[in-house]
């Protein structure tokens, strides 16, 4: 199975403290790195991560607030003293160019590369970046603010040919692809033969879905449906729901269902508040509703 | 001997590592406390360090690379969360607005205190901030931006009684004020008595110079001669003089040459380069030529 992991750099909440980092994740799909989120410190904690910061070229920011952009312009200028010349892409809501365009003037003059803002709107689902292995859709959350989470969904590669029946029926070589693409196969005599005959279909797509920050909302439910790996924010625990509603998150409990309603294979649950000194009581209350619950931690990594 | 330390919270230099923080310091004169430099991540170092935040009210940026404030936003804005209602002041060159307006329109509309900046020139040495037992002055720097550094004074306090001598010439309780703030004393009969049979010197003033970043400059040798704790930038070993000379910054030969040639009482060494594994380089190459050295260190607390 090819590479999907995601690391976690950060998954405090808006307090830092010395427990925790605020909020930022890589995503490893193939040797691709894509970064979500970019808190205060996230520089130091990708370096801690080993991954190599030349593997990354996309950056998507859910929401501008500080605990999850603040870590900017550090890792652009860093970027910069490292020699880098990539373009790099910043995958975010429209008013990121207030915040980053000052800096950009005034500290990156002489940068050797390019930063290039991608804006989206937080309304509805929007594709934001595509290629050949990957579709990253936005996923809109309820927050204080515009704010979207992210879906990071493999492409399915083509069908998985069965050796003994292209020979059986003496498929040429030249039709392959096709076959592979899903075509079905006419023989020189002109029977069809059904591509289900010849082939498998592909392993089937993983998906991450990234849900950060928002308040409990089951909207959500319908786009991230099965997906193998749910991060979910958990910035409070239950007894704290008129905290949560009022701040706009959500409670460890209410994570659980949303990923019980999802159906989803994992649940990893994050975005802790400061005011917690023990993370375990995260998960003593999402594993009752949901057993299959980690807990974000710094360092982690969990494949899809 | 009341309080008077320098805390080291971050003694990297611009690359960021997994051993050093970016630049900051807080100097901590009789429980007030005062900011130097804010790097990314000063929040959390400065919450390592048991300091207390509500006795923070100035911060001084040397100069406006990334290094020396890019901690300012995210320490501004938990300030913000934590309840503060005391104004804030930041002394720094003027060019700060530029980069702190934008952050502070967008992100802390609802700050509940007031930020000010107090802006400066970095072109010669300038009283920045004063109260009844301090004087800040900025110290110019060379450095490829305008910068400074600041030399921190303590004021003298009054002069001590001497409870015999005043006893012996019946000195009334409400003289005592003037006595003490170096007036002679007149008899009733008219006799002067000259204050220095009354009183000790106070305790002389102590000094701290914080010089970063800069190039190796002796012209600072005669504003900072005698201070009891010297803060100087080694960036580099002195067999990377060209890249030091390049670069605008000092190595730790020079940063000792301008200790000797200040007649300081203590020299602290920092802002080390990400190239070094091991600071004790730094040491031994200062040493030798100003033996009262002390390498900074993130955590670490020195009395002036």
Chains 1, 2 share one sequence.
Do not use: W
Not at 21 to 31: E, F, G, I, K
Not at 276 to 287: G, H, K, P
């Amino acid at each position: 199975m090819e590479k999907f992991e995601v690391h976690i750099l950060g998954c405090g909440s808006a307090l830092p403290t010395t427990r925790h980092y605020p909020t930022s994740q890589v995503v490893n799909l193939r040797d691709k790195l894509f970064m979500i989120d970019c808190g205060e410190g996230t520089q130091v904690q990708f370096r801690r991560s080993k991954l190599k910061f030349s593997r990354l070229n996309h950056i998507f920011i859910s929401h501008l607030h500080g605990d999850h952009c603040f870590g900017l312009p550090g890792l652009i200028s860093t970027f910069g003293m490292l020699g880098r010349t990539a373009e790099l892409y910043i995958h975010a809501h429209k008013d990121i160019e207030r915040y980053l365009n000052p800096i950009l003037d005034y500290f990156c003059e002489y940068l050797p590369y390019k930063v290039t803002i991608v804006p989206f709107e937080c309304k509805k689902p929007e594709v934001v970046y595509e290629d050949r292995s990957l579709v990253v859709t936005t996923i809109p959350m309820d927050h204080r603010i515009p704010c979207c989470g992210f879906l990071f969904e493999e492409k399915s590669g083509p069908n998985h040919i069965i050796r003994d029946m292209v020979d059986f029926y003496k498929v040429p070589i030249y039709q392959m692809n096709r076959i592979k693409n899903g075509e079905d196969f006419i023989t020189p005599e002109g029977d069809v033969i059904p591509n289900s005959r010849l082939t498998k279909p592909a392993t089937p797509s993983r998906r991450y879905a990234y849900c950060s920050d928002t308040i409990f909302n089951e909207k959500i439910v319908e786009q991230i449906k099965h997906v193998d790996l749910l991060f979910h924010e958990a910035t409070f625990t239950h007894n704290e729901l008129p905290r949560a509603r009022e701040t706009y998150h959500t409670t460890a409990r209410q994570a659980a269902q949303i990923a019980l309603a999802s159906n989803v294979k994992r649940l990893l649950i994050g975005h802790f508040s400061a005011r917690y000194e023990d993370d375990s009581v995260f998960l003593n209350e999402a594993s009752p509703i949901f057993p299959n619950c980690l807990l974000a931690k710094e360092g982690l990594c969990v494949d899809v």
